[in-house]
């Protein structure tokens, strides 16, 4: 039995993969690792080649034509025999003590590790994550203690309320892959940010969550060809928008609502997190056309959902986003570059 499935999704990943791969490699047979060759055109074939040779029992490749990184997670997800499933990029990696940590509870909620003992785990597990500017030898550690009840089980119904820094985000995630499939998560491909549907589409299919007090996953931050960096977002908006608006259209937060009222309120605040990162953007572009996109989207959202578009539009986050004129705008930007410095997100 496979008890966690890691996807490794690599794009000319030559320089830093193996460290990635090598943080993995200590769960041993209990995991498998499905690197993802996505059209690299560098030595990461090569290498990810070497790793299965190497690890036969542990590591599977895959070479397919680029997609993109949601491609690669799609594809890990299809191949998955894991009773869990998590992504980590390729330029990221595991802590070690903490990895053991969340294999061995793992290992101990399945049991007699059999498919039944299996069935009765936890739907999601949640670890912290950190924030790693490793070239700068500074790093901040984002975990959830407030909000989940640690080394328990728990519900949607009993969780507490997130920070304005807290948001569940895909490194924090660790999702049964049997979840995953039934929620029908598909990524698109050749689009960045995808990891803002992986992490939200799922979550009213889960009904038991498991969180681990423990700084798991070390998100890099520092290449200058990285998503997340500023130019690049904005290079990339269109993109950013696309999957903002398919975030927003793709779970019922009415139906949700009825069911789990704490989290349709933090889906709710997920959206405008993802709305206020696209409408400063687009103000930081500066054009009449970057404008113009700012109102669609609005009105995109608008006439998909009136009721969720005044609680985006009147909430703090998101409606101090669409302030009006250049003043609001200046506020806008001002404020985002005052959380940006505070809670070191790039």
Known sequence: ????????????????????????????????????????????????????????????????????????VNKGLELARGIYYKVVDSDDWLDQEAYSKL???????????????????????????????????????????????????????????FRPSQYLIMHSLMFKTEILRQSGVKLPEHTFYVDNLFSYQPLPYVKDIYYMDIDLYHYYLGREDQSVNEKVLMKRIDQQIRVTELVAECVDLNEVKKKYPKLASYMTRNISIMLSISSIHLLLIKTVEAEQKRRNLWERIRAYDPSLYFRLRFSTLSGLTYLPGRIGGKLTVGGYRFARKIYQFQ
Not at 43 to 49: C, V
Not at 115 to 140: I, K, M, Q, W
Request: charged residues 25%; glycine residues 10%; aromatic residues 10%.
């Open 1 to 72: 039995m496979k008890y966690i499935t890691f996807t490794v999704p690599c794009y000319n990943s030559e320089d830093y993969m193996r460290r990635c791969i090598d943080s993995l490699l200590a769960g041993g047979r209990d995991v498998e690792i499905i690197l993802i060759n996505d059209g690299s055109t560098d030595g990461t074939a090569k290498i990810a080649d070497e790793y299965q040779l190497t690890y036969p029992d542990i590591i599977r490749t895959v070479h397919k034509e680029n997609g993109g990184h949601g491609s690669g």
């Open 103 to 161: 294999l061995a509870r793992v290992k101990e909620f399945c049991g007699a590790g059999c498919e039944e003992s299996a069935a009765d785990t936890p739907d999601l597990f949640v670890c912290n994550y950190v924030y790693d500017h490793l070239d700068e030898g500074r790093n901040r550690s984002i975990n959830y203690r407030n909000v989940f009840p640690a080394e328990e089980r728990c519900s949607w119904k009993t969780i507490g309320h």
